[in-house]
Every structure is written in structure tokens, then in C-alpha cells.
């Protein structure tokens, strides 16, 4: 009796119904369960071959990272260019793609193409911001590039971004001097005394303090020379 009641349980037993229709539908369709068994095979050849090219793709990519960076202390800035133009038309929103961002503003401003510098750091800084010290060093060199080519309130953005988000790093200094110096060709002179000022409070035993306290004087002289008259 106990095997007939276990007996009788098994044939309603959802698996075992399951199992037993899977079994015969194999047997009554064998020529379209083997015709997908080789879809599901071809499918599995082709993700592992697209995996293996993507992981052969940015291997090269690293590659060809280093080849920038090479180039570019050996001063050869049209290399560093093309390279890195090539890295960004395969990975322009990966690691390397971040690299080869920084490293073709880098050949930029050493070709005083200024402007252009700073977007491509602008690029680089979202890719790289984590990447050990390149997130204060990517907005100081953004703000730089903007300065040199003469758009001073992109460069006053850049530099207050560092100021404000890295103020214990040391470009923040560099940063502050940027600062007045957009200030001063701005016009704004009060602002330009100001952080003068507190470059030299805060860095009084450094040259920082002997360059702000040039400016001050001559901004001060400049500045106050009209109320005189």
C-alpha cells in the first residue's frame, strides 16, 4: 500500500509531469530540439570570440596609451595626436579613452592650441577623476588652458572648481594666483587684490607671498591713483 500511495503521488508531482512532457517533446520534435541545441552552440562560440576581441581590443588600447605617453616626453605631439585620436575612436568613454583624452590636451597646449586643451581635459576629468591625483591635476590644467587662451571666466570656473573640491591640495595655491590673474585681466581689481591677499596670508614663507605682494603693490598703486586725483 505505501508504495501504490507514493506510486500514485509521483504521477501528479508537477516536476515529474514536467520531466515526462519535456522528455516526449524531445522525442516527437529531435530534428528542432538538435537544430536549436547548434543555435544555442553557434551562440555561445560567438559571445565567447566577441568577449576575446574585446578583451584583445583593450589590451591594445593600453597599448596604445603608453605609446602616447612615450611620445609625449619624447616631444613628439603630432604622434601623441594621431594615437590618441585612434584610442578615442575605439574606447572614447572608458579608462583609456580618459588617458588618451589627457594626454592629447597635454600635446595640445604644448601646441598652444589652448582652448581645444581644455575641452578634451574636460573630457578626461570624468573618466579620470578617481584615478589617484589626476582629478585636482585635470581641473588645475583645464583652468590653466582656459587662461592662456584668454577665456577668463571658463578659467575662474576651473580654478574655484579646484579650490573648492581640493582645498588642501597643493595646487590650490597656483589655482588662487590663477584666480587673480583672471580677475586682473577681467578688470575686476578689487577681486584680483583680494585673492592676492590670500595667497600671501596663507603661504606667508614661500614665493607665493613675494608674487602677491608685487601684484598688490602695483594693483594697489593702479587702483587707488585715480581716487587721488
Not at 579620470?128 to 592662456?148: V, Y
Not at 573648492?164 to 584666480?179: D, K, T
Not at 607665493?208 to 587707488?224: K, M, P
Request: with cysteine.
Amino acid at each position: 500500500m505505501p508504495r501504490q500511495w507514493v506510486k500514485e503521488e509521483l504521477e501528479h508531482d508537477a516536476l515529474k509531469s514536467f520531466i515526462d512532457s519535456t522528455i516526449t517533446y524531445i522525442k516527437s520534435h529531435r530534428e528542432t530540439v538538435t537544430a536549436s541545441a547548434s543555435v544555442v552552440a553557434v551562440i555561445f562560440v560567438i559571445a565567447l570570440f566577441t568577449l576575446s576581441r574585446m578583451k584583445r581590443s583593450s589590451q591594445l588600447a593600453d597599448e596604445q596609451v603608453g605609446f602616447a605617453a612615450m611620445y609625449l616626453r619624447g616631444g613628439y605631439v603630432d604622434q601623441v595626436i594621431q594615437v590618441c585620436d585612434k584610442v578615442l575612436s575605439q574606447h572614447p568613454s572608458g579608462i583609456q579613452g580618459g588617458y588618451a583624452n589627457f594626454y592629447k590636451a597635454e600635446a595640445l597646449n604644448i601646441k598652444k592650441n589652448y582652448e581645444e586643451a581644455a575641452k578634451h581635459y574636460q573630457n578626461a576629468l570624468p573618466l579620470l577623476r578617481k584615478k589617484e591625483d589626476f582629478g585636482a591635476m585635470i581641473i588645475f590644467d583645464t583652468g590653466n588652458s582656459f587662461e592662456s587662451a584668454g577665456k577668463y571666466q571658463e578659467a575662474i570656473s576651473s580654478y574655484k572648481q579646484l579650490t573648492g573640491e581640493h582645498s588642501a591640495h597643493y595646487l590650490v595655491p597656483e589655482a588662487q594666483l590663477g584666480l587673480a590673474r583672471c580677475y586682473e585681466a577681467v578688470g575686476d581689481i578689487q577681486s584680483a587684490i583680494t585673492y592676492y591677499q590670500t595667497v600671501g596670508s596663507l603661504h606667508p614663507t614661500t614665493i607665493y607671498r613675494n608674487i602677491a605682494d608685487t601684484r598688490i603693490n602695483i594693483l594697489g598703486r593702479a587702483f587707488l591713483s585715480p581716487k587721488s586725483k
